[in-house]
């Protein structure tokens, strides 16, 4: 009763003061100290709490990185595949004797409505160096425009006529998506006889010697299930947001790829650039649409199995970045979802599973999913955006240096030694990623509390050939909102006024110890709500 008798008096100063400062500030002093001030000083804490697992996971994946420097051809047995036999002049009787030293490999190409890009993933597909009639080309077209269908059908036809064994296949609907696909690709008769399956995305493009650097791994070695390698993009310059996304995606293969692969034999299947062994496919259960994350679910379930993992950094096929903020969005919303889903998922699975020691159980449950698909989206808005600006309007809470300043710090400059070239991006890269941490942290909640959208699919545009025509842009390209309305996000912008209020009351009535951060971030928010980021496309609007 006491504590309404305040929010009473608070209230009614408030309808009838001439202005803010003129309420009844004692009473607002008591209902801060006694309501708000317990309430945020909990969610410090549990934020505190969360920083120091995130920076105990990555300083724990950056040490391992760094003492565990050991090249995969040191760590397993890798030999190159017999000479002369897979490609080039050579008689029909080496031809058979070398052929039969080679396994028969599937290389599946899933792709929809990839009018920009399918020639260049065919096209480096049907370049790869190996026995020609020990590979199949596999084009999975999932793609609803007749002409596209049409497009990439003739491409196929073209190379079928060169002598390429290459299958285009369609299915009657897009049940499962790209999961669908896959599993529906390997139901050919043809593909049920490959040893191998390489699985390449309609924007990437494998160097001819891709899988004679790769396959011998998967040879000489019956534990490893999969090879992994590396990307690299063709765009990564073009404009700030392809810079920023190339610093996320190089510490994600340089560290947690590297360390997931020397520590455990285990890490999530990146969905292209990597070769699998079709019997473990087999064994783990086949390919699954139950979330937006098939390959990642792979993977996991693969692993239970027993079977081993290797990331292969040195060998890299290029890719291509989203280069719009919507399509990073959609991007990074089905990465993020999907993980948190399969999480709900397998939890149960992973505790259950037998065929692991409790060591990697551990490693499943609390480093991969835990902490990195989990608790870091949820931490990185929740305490920057939200807890810090809004500790400034009550003093009674304060926030430990170590906190506030020495954990991310900690992070940032172990992110940074991974992108030296990069490092005069870190402070825009900070602010950015602080900003798709609302989306991250949203995706996260939809995928644990499966929620609307959590199914949501949106495949990611492309721009293939036509990057240096359409892409020349300087780093931030203005939008006017009159000119396409769907270019302003709503969400970024009532953040933005947010942290906008409260370093305004920073400046004014607070400590003033942290407004220039938050008019930093209040700044990066309104630059992303407005569409001021990205390279420009023609509106559906326009």
Known sequence: MELEGLW????????SAAAPWEWDRAAWAAVRARAVAPALEAAVWACLAMSVMLVLEVCYMSVAVNLLRRTPERRYRWEPMPSGTAGGQQDDEEAAVGGEAYPMVLVQIPMYNEREVYKLSI?????L????????????????????????ELECKGWASKKINIKYEIRQSRKGYKAGALKKGMEHSYAQECDFVA?????????????????PFLVHNPKIALVQTRWEFVNYNICLLTRIQKMS?????????????????????????????????????????????????????????????????????????PSTFKAYRHQQHRWTCGAANLFRKMAGDIVRSKGVTVWKKLHLLYSFFF??????????????????PLSVMVPEVSIPVWGMFYIPTAITVMNAIRNPWSIHLVPIWILFENVMSMHRMRAALTGLLETMYVDEWVVTEKVGDHVKDKLQVPLLTPVKPTECVERIYVPELLVAFYLLLCASYDVVLGAGHYYLYI???AFAFLVLGFGFVGTATPCSCA
């Open 8 to 15: 009473a008096r608070v209230l009614h100063g408030a309808a």
């Open 123 to 127: 096209r480096a597909a049907c370049a």
């Open 129 to 152: 160096i190996w026995p020609p009639d020990r590979i199949i080309i596999q084009v999975l077209d999932d793609s609803t425009d007749p002409y596209i269908k049409e497009l990439v």
């Open 199 to 215: 699985i390449f995305d309609a924007d990437f493009q494998p160097e001819p010697d891709f899988l004679l650097r790769t396959i």
């Open 249 to 321: 995606l190089d510490y994600h293969f340089k560290v947690e790829q590297e360390s997931g692969s020397s520590m455990h034999a285990f890490f999530g299947f990146n969905g292209t650039a990597g070769v699998w062994r079709v019997s473990a496919i087999r064994e783990a259960g086949g390919w699954k649409d139950r979330t937006t994350v098939e390959d990642m679910d792979l993977a996991v379930r693969a692993s239970l199995k027993g079977c081993q993992f290797l990331y292969v950094g040195d060998i890299r096929v290029k890719s291509e970045l």
């Open 371 to 388: 902490v990195r698909r989990v608790i870091a989206p949820i931490l990185t808005f929740l305490f920057y955006c939200v807890v810090i």
């Open 519 to 521: 008019f930093l971030q």
